[in-house]
């Protein structure tokens, strides 16, 4: 490739615009970016399939090449400047305009906007087409990977739906001040629940609370909301390998939520390498949600109980010393850009609830923030703790980190 087209845009390749979205979201944006890069690095990354990768590779491969005297061998066709031009505006718009999702805690979300991606942390708020300002201080975008675990009763489920009415809450208010704004946005949501945690009820009940002090309908809320019931592994696996399908037939979802994914995976019979491929499977369709299809994709996910020696190496009741509780799946199915919730309470004494933050490769200097669950059993703000982490921080041994979560 000459020096010249080492500089040429990704707007060039003749690829889905889905994919160029995604590559221009995780911050390729010429061909030299990621020219280097194998198939299998751009899947794990991405998400997408194997066949996409390897024609992404070859098309800037033939670019590489330089033109070819063969008639054989056409080489891909050129886009003018001007369709350049219009085809990364059009991206640049994409990934400006996204909706946002809140935890109805706005501790859990100033916790959450420490870790976004700086380039659309910047939207802060936007002006809809009458020239309207939007709010959009909620911290969960179309893109965004969240892990919600923690111990039972901890508050997981309640968070999660949270999520999801404010989701459905913005979308109605957004339909109300902008109607032609509103058909362009998403705004429908996809539960997946395993274990019965989100039932029909609890999500009509949620619904009814949610519209108590407007005048919204409960109707109006559910109506947007897809609830799948997967009660086993089989039908499970098999969801997931439908999950790219069903998300084309249904383009509005751009908010995904998983109840528990770590349900169906954690029998002692399931032999490490058919639970190496499924979470693999995970990975690949969870990125395919995020990237091609533009979706927030919230799991929650049980502890595990995992017992140590005094220096740190796996053992069983006789030989353990101590236990942590972590994740139950592990980073088995996580990528890079995941953010991991850990939802916990204080010690004794203490009756806030907690929640712990954590991205690979990130440093942030608040990890952690309070809130509680109300009356209605919903997600929400300490009223003394609401932009700021509690003037007495939990105990040492109840702060996650990379390698122990919980420790007692």
């Known amino acids: 490739m000459s020096p010249a087209g080492h500089d040429q845009p990704i707007a060039r390749l003749n690829v889905p615009r889905q994919l160029k979205s995604a590559l221009n979201d995780a911050g390729y944006k010429t061909l030299a970016d990621i020219r280097t890069f194998a198939a299998s690095d751009l899947v794990a990354e991405l998400g997408i399939p194997e066949h996409q990768a390897d024609n992404l590779l070859q098309q800037i491969a033939s670019y590489q090449a330089g033109p070819s005297t063969s008639s054989q061998d056409p080489k891909p066709p050129l886009l003018s400047q001007k369709h350049v031009q219009a085809s990364t505006a059009a991206d640049l718009l ?96 996809l539960i997946i629940d395993t274990e019965g945690g989100i039932t029909a009820e609890r999500v009509r009940m949620a619904a009814v609370t949610a519209t108590r002090a407007c005048s919204t309908l409960p109707r109006d809320i559910l109506h947007g909301i897809h609830f799948v019931r997967i009660p086993t592994q089989t039908q499970m696996i098999a969801f997931l390998h439908t999950l790219d399908d069903w998300l084309e037939a249904h383009p509005k979802v751009n908010l995904i939520v998983i109840d528990t994914l770590s349900h169906h995976f954690r029998q002692p019979g399931l032999d490490m390498g058919t639970r190496r491929r499924i979470m693999e499977l995970v990975k690949q369709k969870i990125g395919q949600a995020t990237t091609l299809h533009r979706c927030a994709v919230i799991v929650c996910n049980q502890l595990a109980t995992k017992l140590l020696t005094a220096e740190n190496k796996p053992a069983n009741f006789e030989t353990g010393d101590r236990a942590i509780l972590m994740p139950q799946l592990g980073d088995s199915w996580t990528t890079g850009k995941t953010l991991r919730l850990v939802l916990f309470r204080g010690p004794p004494g203490d009756e806030l609830r907690y929640v712990h933050a954590e991205m690979s490769g990130s440093s942030r200097e608040l990890p952690w923030a309070c809130f509680d669950i109300d009356i209605d059993g919903m997600s929400c703000d300490v009223p003394d703790m609401m932009f700021a982490p509690p003037l007495t921080p939990p105990p040492r041994d109840l702060i996650p980190n990379p390698e122990t979560l919980l420790d007692f």
């Open 94 to 189: 994409s990934s400006s305009y996204l909706p946002h999702f809140s935890t109805s805690s706005a501790s859990i979300d100033n916790l959450i906007a420490h870790f976004k991606d700086p380039r659309h942390s910047s939207f802060s708020s936007r002006a809809s087409r009458k020239g309207k300002e939007k709010d959009e201080s909620a911290a969960i975008t179309p893109g965004m990977t969240v892990e919600i675990s923690g111990p039972p009763g901890g508050g997981k489920t309640a968070l999660a739906l949270g999520i999801v009415l404010n989701a459905r809450t913005m979308k109605i208010k957004s339909r109300r001040e902008d109607d032609e704004e509103a058909e362009e946005e998403a705004g429908e949501v």
